[in-house]
């Protein structure tokens, strides 16, 4: 399985960007798919995941201004950002886990949010 995302930049506060990952390799449909970021000097931490099934979770920091979204046909994997803030700013990484728990991950973006 490889993972391009892509989408990434610099976005002024209370903008929006759209980050898109596309698989190649393996079973797309029937991945789980997740957001992670990781900012300077901190942990990466989940945003927001969907299932196979198109469940979604969001992390609390994000609900209601991050969407995450799939197209099956294009094997892409969404992440929409609203209402941007600087503390968003981070390198976000798409992960790809298989029906049996193996994780691929994509090379990252860099989203930088800043006046």
């Known amino acids: 399985v490889q993972l391009q995302a892509s989408g990434g930049g610099l976005v002024q506060p209370g903008g929006s960007l759209t980050l898109s990952c596309a698989a190649s390799?393996?079973?797309?449909?029937?991945?789980?798919m997740a957001w992670h970021r990781q900012a300077p000097g901190k942990q990466r931490e989940l945003v927001a995941s969907i299932t196979s099934r198109g469940n979604t979770n969001h992390a609390d920091s994000v609900r209601g201004r991050f969407t995450i979204s799939r197209d099956n046909a294009k094997n892409t994997v969404y992440l929409r950002m609203n209402s941007l803030k600087p503390e968003d700013t981070a390198v976000y990484y798409c992960?790809?886990?298989?029906?049996?728990?193996?994780?691929?991950w994509g090379q990252g973006t860099q989203l930088t949010v800043s006046s």
């Open positions: 992960d790809y886990r298989t029906s049996w728990g193996k994780d691929y």
């Open positions: 390799g393996g079973a797309f449909n029937m991945a789980f």
